[in-house]
């Protein structure tokens, strides 16, 4: 036996789907079709359930795995090759840097010079 809910779940689905609250649903449903009982925001919220019904943007438990998924291979990927960044990018400038040091050619005690080497190296990085 269906509950008075499901008689409206084509309803339910159409809400749903522009982005309108369970508890918005439940409150509408009981005041434009008069069905009282069996129609709480819970009632609602497994409606959705059962019948699959997605607030518009909103992904699947699976689809939100596979993205997970795809993230953390990309990001696996983004460690392995962060050593080479190291010996390719931020080694010989960390070089050049202690090499300016101890030439005494840089006083990195001074707050403005730090600044202005940090500034330099940042927009060399980039």
Not at 20 to 48: M, P, W, Y
Not at 76 to 86: A, Y
Request: with cysteine; hydrophobic share 40%.
């Amino acid at each position: 036996m269906a509950s008075k809910l499901e008689v409206h779940a084509e309803y339910v689905g159409d809400v749903v789907a522009s982005g309108v609250t369970h508890s918005d649903i439940a409150a509408n449903i009981t005041s434009q079709f008069g069905v009282e009982k069996g129609c709480s925001e819970r009632s609602v919220r497994r409606l959705c359930a059962k019948y699959g019904f997605l607030k518009k943007g909103c992904v699947s438990d699976s689809q939100l795995e596979i993205a997970v998924v795809k993230a953390i291979g990309e990001n696996h990927m983004v460690e392995r090759m962060w050593p080479e960044v190291n010996n390719r990018v931020n080694y010989p400038i960390k070089g050049a840097l202690i090499q300016l040091v101890d030439q005494e050619q840089v006083d990195m005690e001074d707050n403005i010079v730090r600044h202005c080497i940090s500034n330099l190296t940042y927009a060399t990085l980039v």
